[in-house]
């Protein structure tokens, strides 16, 4: 087996690998990668191969290929002190790997990803290292679950949401009525999806979040740069939740960012709205099901909704999920602490913030 990094690894085996694989996203490919790398005031990415060779069904061994691709990025912040205490390693999607791949080629891919931080062609960028590196899975890593305690990788609990976009007909037929009351409502009463924003409705949109982000949910948002760059990109969507205004003009009162993997997945990564305000208009409801439609209608089987809590634990944003005809899932997160002590004191400092009002 081999390991390669970055643009060292072979981008067509690169884009195969990912397409193929079950556990393939679009957090794992090259234009994700890429992507991250546009915006060096926010994200370190990084990306590790491993090439193996496989068996073939009559026991021969095939040519070397490419058997997994772990691609992430470390968090930057301007300030100093936050940096400190809050850098951490995000691999959204969780890894992708053959679907034969052997524990010996993800235990050893998955150990290269902890040893990347410790070698200096990595910490020239950025230094000290990340607090915790941490894999957000989307799908079904439990055959490999040994190889990722093998490497350092411990098994976390998570939740979340996919959604069965094969067709319209289906995705009618699972939605939830008290969601289908709540569209038809919102649209009797004026309220429309726009597909295209333009700059300043991107940042109407960006404000509704970053409130939602200041007053409930209390976790660091990037900043509008960084909508403004994926509302750019081929495979980002925003699709924005209006009302009609006197003289023609529109109000944006919610809406949902998405990315885009062809003919797989469409990702809910943020959606928000005004709601509460109108009786009978529901912003964020209405923008989640303009999602799940809008990946039917384009030939994406799947609206995966990037989590949904921790099992067992009180979770209102769980509950806003489970109303759109989804299957709950539980994949969970592998993750690995490197800096115990700063983890802990950062953990705590969570808790704290959103238990303030």
Known sequence: MQISFGNNIDRGEWSRLVQASATGTWFQT?????????????FVPFAVGVTGTPESDSGAMDEETLRGVCMGYVTVE????KQFFTRRAIIIGGPALAD???DEEVETLMKAVRNLFQVSTFNFQLSPSPIYIETR?????????EAFKNAGFGYQPHLNFHVDTSSVEVVEANLGKSRK?????????GAFIIEHPTAEQVREYYAI????????????LFPLSFFEALVRHKD????????????GSTEIIGGTVCVAQEDKCLYEWFVCGRDGEWKSIFPSSYATYAGIRYAAEHGMLRFDMMGAGTPNEAYGVRDFKARFGGKEIEHGRFLCVTKPLLYEIGTLGVKILKKLK
């Open 30 to 42: 090259p234009e994700a990668y890429e992507f991250f790398a546009s915006m060096p005031e926010l």
């Open 78 to 81: 301007k300030n100093p002190i």
């Open 100 to 102: 034969d791949a052997t």
């Open 137 to 145: 899975n989307f799908n079904d890593y439990s055959r490999w679950k």
């Open 181 to 189: 009351r709540d569209i038809k409502t919102s649209i009797r009463d």
């Open 209 to 220: 979040l970053s409130n939602l982000y200041k007053t409930k949910v209390k976790t660091p």
């Open 236 to 247: 980002g969507r925003l699709l924005l939740v209006a009302l009609p205004k006197e003289g």
